[in-house]
């Protein structure tokens, strides 16, 4: 978890950079994403790819001014599988105690396998990519 980012508060331009630099950060790194965050533990939202968890029932998303198409897609797909769905602050110490971390983008979903040493799941990630791509091809 990269606990600063330039610019994640201005508009697309600018966070479509500083996605670029978390990108090259987590490559240096050796790592596949990096999550960034404030320095007080809240969550960036990346309108353009984001990031939600799931704690049992619950699917938990960030609130943004205006959600993405791939937000919209997960919580219609996650009501549609009968999840509980909140838009919340997103937080690192939610996403220590979350089952499952995922990542949505044009591409789809990406569960994340671990952050740091602690394990995440993946059944609930691909339930609802599988009904994203159902309700796809339906319409």
Same mark, same amino acid.
């Given at each position: 978890? %990269?606990? !600063? +980012?330039? $610019?994640?508060?201005? @508009? /697309?331009? %600018? ?5 670029? $630099?978390?990108?090259?950060? %987590? ?9 960034? +965050?404030? @320095? ?6 990346? +309108? %353009?790819?984001? $990031? ?7 699917? /938990? ?5 205006? @959600?993405?198409?791939?937000? /919209?897609?997960? #919580?219609?797909? !996650?009501? !549609?599988?009968g999840f509980e769905v909140e838009q919340k602050q997103l937080t690192? #110490?939610?996403?220590?105690?979350? #089952? ?8 789809? $979903? /990406? ?7 602690? @394990?995440y799941m993946s059944i609930i990630a691909e339930r609802i990519a ?5 309700? #796809?091809?339906?319409?």
């Open positions: 978890i %990269a606990t !600063s +980012a330039p $610019l994640a508060d201005y @508009p /697309t331009s %600018a966070m479509v950079a500083t996605r670029a $630099l978390i990108k090259e950060m %987590a490559s240096a790194r050796d790592l596949h994403h990096l999550i960034m +965050a404030t @320095p007080d533990g809240k969550i960036i939202a990346d +309108a %353009a790819e984001p $990031l939600f968890i799931v704690k049992g029932h619950k699917v /938990t998303l960030p609130v943004v001014a205006m @959600p993405s198409v791939e937000q /919209t897609l997960i #919580e219609r797909a !996650s009501i !549609s599988l690192v #110490e939610m996403l220590q105690d979350a #089952e499952e971390v995922v990542i949505a983008s044009w591409q789809g $979903l /990406t569960a994340i396998n671990h952050i740091d040493s602690k @394990p599988t009904q994203m791509e159902h309700r #796809e091809k339906k319409q």
